[in-house]
């Protein structure tokens, strides 16, 4: 089965992807002794509690489609930012180039993909319970969860409640997020933890109705650098993050490969800082979508 899935995703992925060496290694199956599930949420919090914010860079790759489902893969680099809990600055560039922007404040949330389709998809989260899973490619508050950087609360009867179970053949705590409807039971989102590392294997995030709305596999330990300007003496703790992420949104079929080349709590300047991660007074774009307006579909 896991062989399955692999082939399946390495089918789904764009030329550029499919063809690349890096792909996610099998684990071995792990027999040896485990942790409970406070002890295990105690590691993950300990790394990513060190992780507030967090600027890198990285190489990407992705495909996605327009409203009349055409196509576009763009490949390059650009620049990741972070910092807890809903504030996110994603570029893309190609020589010469903007390809996309990603970005998320506290109150709203946008898109840019200038080459060919050249759109800019912005909302309000107060209003985001509203969106049609298929009017924006990529939202960016599902690649936030899928960072992985959050802190697990503690407090394990709070909805949305976790459970554990340990996979053997996977190597993996598998956390599963659910909250009540009133009549049921319905799981939110799904995480595998690598038995070793703590880091996320899959993260796998769910609508209400059960589907899936992005699913994606993360390994490759990296370093996160600690903030340049942390007072001497601090207590540094050296963090982790994933390096490589595959990522893929079904309701636009949108693939995305996103592997970070370097990463840091801060950079020499202090960024990010809320200048980073201001909603763009100007887009750039030539098309204007508001998605709290409804769509053609009264949505």
Sequence with gaps: MRLQLVTIFAMLLPPFLSGCACLPPQ??????????????????????????SLSATH????KVFDDKGAAHEFSGDGTLCFRRDRDLLFIGQAPGMDIFEI???????????????????HGRYDR???LAPDRIPVRPDLI??????????????????????????????QFLWSVSLGDRWVPVKEIWYDVATKLPRKVILYAPDGRILVRANLWGPLDVAPDPNAPPG????????????????????SL?????TGAR??????????????????????RQIDLDAPDDAGH
């Excluded at 190489?59 to 992705?62: D, E, Q, S, T, V």
């Excluded at 404040?105 to 759109?119: A, F, G, H, L, S």
């Excluded at 802190?151 to 996977?170: C, G, H, K, Q, S």
């Excluded at 995305?256 to 970070?260: A, E, G, I, K, S």
Aim: aromatic share 12%; hydrophobic share 40%.
């Design 128 to 130: 985001i319970d509203r």
């Design 265 to 286: 709590v801060r950079n020499a300047a202090g960024a990010p800082n809320d200048r980073t991660f201001r909603f763009p007074k100007e887009s750039g774009a030539g």
């Design 144 to 173: 936030l969860e899928v960072l992985g950087v959050g802190r697990i609360d503690t407090n394990f009867l709070a909805a949305p409640v976790p459970t554990m179970r340990f996979n053997n053949e996977e190597a993996a705590y």
């Design 256 to 260: 995305m490969r996103l592997d970070l």
């Design 234 to 253: 601090a207590d540094i703790c050296v963090p982790h993050i994933n390096r490589h992420f595959d990522l893929f949104f079904p309701d636009t079929k």
């Design 103 to 121: 970005g998320s404040n506290r109150e709203r949330y946008w898109v840019k993909v200038v080459p060919q389709i050249d759109t800019f998809w």
């Design 59 to 62: 190489n990407f790759a992705a």
């Design 27 to 52: 684990p071995q199956a792990y027999f040896g002794a485990t942790l409970s599930m406070d002890q295990v949420v105690q590691e993950i919090n300990l790394n990513n509690g060190a992780i507030p």
